[in-house]
C-alpha cells in the first residue's frame, strides 16, 4: 500500500523559476513530514522539515506548505539553480523512525 | 562530527549467496535504521535498530536481518540472495528513537548476478 504518493515524476525548470513538487498523504497517524534530496551516487540528504500544526515553513529558498484537511503538502523550489538538479523525496512518519517515502521527483533546471 | 558511514560502497554476489553490510551511524547516534532502495519500489523500510534492539520492522522476508552492536554500530545481513535483492541499501542515524531528523549514509549498493 503506497501511503505516500509524490508527483510529478520529474519536471523541467527553466534556471530562476519555481519548482512545486506535491505529496498527499493517507495515514492520519503521520506526525512528522521531512524532504529529502537526493544526488546520483548520494545518500538522501535533510532538506527541510514540518509538523502537521505548522502550514508553512520556509528555509532559504525552500519552503513547505501543509494542507492538514487535505492531508496533503508540498515543497516549493524558488530562484532555481542548476545545482537544484536532483531527485527528491517527500516522506512521513509516525511514532518510531519508520520513514515512509514518496516515489520521487527528478528535478531537472535548466540554466 | 563525521558522518554516517557505510561498508562496503559496491559489492557484487551471486544468488544463493549471503552478505553482510555495515553500518557506523554519527557519533552519538544510538538509532539506526535500513532502507532499500530500488527504480521499482523506491525507499522502502526494512528495520530499525534502537540500543541494540529491534523497535520497528518494514514488510521484508525473513531472510533481511540485522543487529545492533553496544557501540551503535549496525550490521544487516541478507540470506540466500535473490536477483530483485539487486538494490542500493542505505543506513540512516538518528539520535534516539524520538527524535526525528535522520541521517542517511552513501549506501552500499549490491548487485546480485
Request: proline share 5%; hydrophobic share 30%; glycine share 10%.
Amino acid at each position: 500500500q503506497q501511503q505516500v504518493k509524490q508527483s510529478p515524476q520529474s519536471l523541467i525548470v527553466q534556471k530562476g523559476g519555481i519548482s512545486i513538487i506535491n505529496c498527499a498523504y493517507e495515514n492520519t497517524a503521520f506526525d512528522y513530514f521531512p524532504w529529502y534530496q537526493q544526488f546520483p551516487g548520494k545518500g538522501p540528504a535533510l532538506l527541510i522539515a514540518i509538523r502537521p500544526d505548522v502550514s508553512e515553513k520556509k528555509e532559504g529558498r525552500f519552503t513547505i506548505s501543509f494542507n492538514k484537511s487535505a492531508k496533503q503538502f508540498s515543497l516549493h523550489i524558488m530562484d532555481s539553480q542548476p545545482g537544484d538538479s536532483a531527485t527528491y523525496f517527500c516522506a512521513a512518519k509516525a511514532a518510531g523512525n519508520k520513514l515512509t517515502f514518496g516515489g520521487g521527483t527528478r528535478v531537472l533546471v535548466k540554466p | 562530527k563525521a558522518g554516517v558511514t557505510q561498508t562496503p560502497r559496491y559489492l557484487i554476489k551471486t544468488r544463493g549467496q549471503q552478505v553482510t553490510l555495515s553500518c557506523s551511524p554519527i557519533s552519538g547516534h544510538r538509532s539506526v535504521s535500513w532502507y532499500q532502495q530500488t527504480p521499482g519500489q523506491g525507499l522502502q523500510f526494512l528495520f530499525e535498530y534502537f540500543s541494540e534492539t529491534q523497535r520497528n520492522k518494514g514488510n521484508f522476508p525473513g531472510r533481511f536481518s540485522g543487529r545492533q552492536f553496544s557501540n551503535s554500530r549496525s550490521e544487516m545481513n541478507v540470506s540466500t540472495l535473490e536477483l530483485g535483492d539487486s538494490a542500493l541499501y542505505l543506513c540512516a542515524s538518528s539520535l534516539d528513537s524520538v527524535q526525528e531528523t535522520q541521517y542517511f549514509g552513501p549506501g552500499t549498493r549490491l548487485l546480485v548476478l
